[in-house]
């Protein structure tokens, strides 16, 4: 059974607005939390993360939020711009960063 | 230029026949990883290493192996490949050690196909 789910396979969203892509986990130990986006024929590459002492964290348009009581993140672009197009991943790790479960992804469509 | 290297890029091979998929990385990074990829399921970790000599299992190990002799390396082994192995391999490396900020670098895929 998958520990992080990523429930909307696709999202489309228009230049300029807000793109909000969540997250769901079940094991309570994740300690760290990340977001990888990935274009094709590329291997993923790291966009943002967040420990679980926070519940926000801000990097220029990228924003991710973490509500530990639901076990939920989510990750917010804004403005979202056409090259924001690609599938994003969410992954977690204990404290120890050994282990780390990937959730099955979200493709975003920034529509121009 | 700090990369994760992977080789070959694609395969296509056919049951039983052993291979091994390469990755090197520049960055004398401790921590290394193999994923698959697999529709539906996103990134799966296969293997990871904290440093030379020390391996672990990741949450799909059933068919694989793995070796890690020299830091920069951490070649993927499929001593009997079979159809349900065919899927898209990423190797990945971060430094361990760093406050925050685990991000693990990728290489660019392997695209195996097992008949």
């Known amino acids: 059974d998958q520990q992080v789910k990523q429930n909307s396979p696709s999202l489309s969203v228009q230049e300029g607005r807000i793109s909000i892509l969540n997250c769901d986990y079940t094991n309570s130990m994740f300690d760290y939390f990340l977001w990888y986006k990935k274009y094709p024929a590329e291997g993923p590459t790291f966009l943002i993360s967040i420990s679980s002492i926070k519940d926000k964290n801000e990097d220029g348009r990228f924003t991710v939020f973490l509500n530990k009581s639901a076990k939920h993140l989510s990750l917010h672009i804004v403005p979202s711009q056409p090259g924001d197009s690609a599938v994003y991943f969410c992954?977690?790790?204990?404290?120890?960063?050994?282990?780390?479960?990937f959730g099955s992804g979200t493709k975003l469509n920034v529509k121009p | 230029e700090a990369q994760v290297t992977q080789n070959p890029r694609y395969l296509i091979t056919v049951t039983g026949k052993k291979l091994t998929v390469t990755c090197s990385q520049n960055?004398?990074?401790?921590?290394m990883s193999w994923y698959r990829q697999d529709p539906g399921l996103g990134l799966r970790q296969i293997y990871y290493?904290?440093?030379?000599?020390?391996?672990d299992k990741g949450d799909v190990p059933e068919g694989y192996k793995v070796s890690r002799k020299e830091k920069r390396n951490f070649p993927l082994i499929l001593e009997s490949p079979s159809p349900n192995q065919t899927s898209l391999y990423f190797c990945a490396s971060f430094p361990l050690g760093l406050k925050g900020g685990n991000e693990q670098f990728f290489g660019p895929g392997t695209r195996l196909t097992v008949l």
């Open positions: 992954a977690a790790s204990g404290y120890n960063f050994n282990k780390f479960y």
């Open positions: 290493s904290m440093n030379v000599e020390v391996t």
């Open positions: 960055m004398n990074h401790e921590y």
